[in-house]
C-alpha cells in the first residue's frame, strides 16, 4: 500500500524494543494504516519530547516520516496512558497478552481499524476489570472474529446438527464443537461442559457491557481459558510467550495465599 512521505496516525504501542544507543524500534497498531514498525530516534533520552509518549501500551498520536526501511516517528502526543497497566503486574500481564495475540494475527499495513477500536476496548477493560480471565476470553473471542476464525458454537462442525445443551466437544482443528455422537471426528477434542458452551455463546454474541456483569466460578474459567488457549495455539502454530508469564504469576500467587 502505497503512503505520503510523512503521515498522521493514531496508534497502540505493542511492542517496543532498544535499538542502537538513544532509540528505540516501535510496533505499532494503527487505525488508519494497520500495523507499522517505527523507529523513535532519541526516545529513551531522559530530556526527549517523545519520552513518555511511546511507552508500551501507550494510546498516541503520531507523525511519521518514511524512511527507506523504516518509518521514523518524528512527533508523538499521548492520547490514554493506561498508567494502571504499568502500576499493577497483573493487569501489565494481561495487557502483554492482549498486544501479543494481535501482534501474531495482524500482518504489517493490513488496515482495520475494528481491531484498533478492539485494542483500545481491550487495555480499558484490563486497566478496570478485576475479572482479568473472563475479559481475556471475551476479547479472543472478538479477536478471533475480526481475523475469519470465529469458532463454530451452535452447529457441530461435522455433522451441522444444531448443538444441544449438554456436555459437548470443542475441537481446536476443525474449529468449533462437536457433537457427542460426532466425537470421533477429532480424537484430540477436548471435552467440554454445558455450562462452558452456553458461556462462550454469550460472549460471543453479547456487548462487554452486559458480559461484564458476570460472575463465573474459577474452575469453569480456567476450563475456557485451556479451551480457547488449545484453540489459538493450533491456529498460530506457536505458543504465547505472555501465557507461560500469566500461569507462572497466577502459580505464585497460589503458593503465596498458602503460605498466609
Not at 502483554?96 to 499495513?109: K, N, P, Q
Not at 484430540?188 to 455450562?195: D, G, L, N, S, V
Request: glycine share 4%; hydrophobic share 45%.
Amino acid at each position: 500500500m502505497s503512503r505520503e512521505r510523512t503521515i498522521r496516525a493514531e496508534a497502540v504501542v505493542l511492542r517496543r524494543i532498544d535499538f542502537g544507543e538513544a532509540d528505540r524500534l516501535l510496533t505499532l497498531y494503527t487505525r488508519e494504516f494497520g500495523k507499522l514498525k517505527a523507529i523513535a530516534k532519541g526516545a529513551r533520552k531522559p530530556q526527549s519530547r517523545k519520552t513518555g509518549h511511546v511507552e508500551l501500551f501507550m494510546r498516541s498520536k503520531f507523525l511519521l516520516a518514511k524512511g527507506r526501511d523504516l518509518d521514523i516517528v518524528t512527533q508523538a502526543e499521548m492520547v490514554t496512558a493506561y498508567a494502571a497497566l504499568r502500576e499493577d503486574l497483573v493487569r501489565a500481564a494481561y495487557a502483554a497478552y492482549s498486544v501479543e495475540l494481535l501482534d501474531r494475527f495482524t500482518v504489517e499495513e493490513d488496515v482495520n481499524p475494528q481491531i484498533y477500536n478492539l485494542i483500545v476496548q481491550a487495555l480499558d477493560w484490563f486497566t478496570t476489570t478485576r475479572e482479568f480471565l473472563l475479559a481475556a476470553r471475551f476479547y479472543e473471542l472478538r479477536l478471533l472474529a475480526l481475523t475469519g476464525f470465529q469458532p463454530r458454537l451452535f452447529h457441530c462442525v461435522a455433522c451441522g446438527e444444531a448443538i444441544q445443551e449438554q456436555d459437548q466437544f470443542f475441537s481446536a482443528e476443525l474449529g468449533g464443537l462437536l457433537c457427542p455422537n460426532c466425537q470421533t471426528a477429532d480424537r484430540r477434542a477436548q471435552p467440554i461442559a454445558a455450562a462452558g458452551v452456553k458461556v462462550l455463546r454469550y460472549l460471543q454474541t453479547r456487548s462487554w457491557e452486559t458480559v461484564s456483569h458476570l460472575k463465573l466460578k474459577r474452575p469453569l474459567l480456567h476450563e475456557l481459558e485451556q479451551i480457547m488457549h488449545s484453540y489459538l495455539i493450533h491456529i498460530l502454530e506457536r505458543n504465547l510467550k505472555s501465557v507461560d508469564f500469566l500461569h507462572r504469576l497466577r502459580r505464585e500467587a497460589e503458593l503465596f495465599t498458602i503460605d498466609d
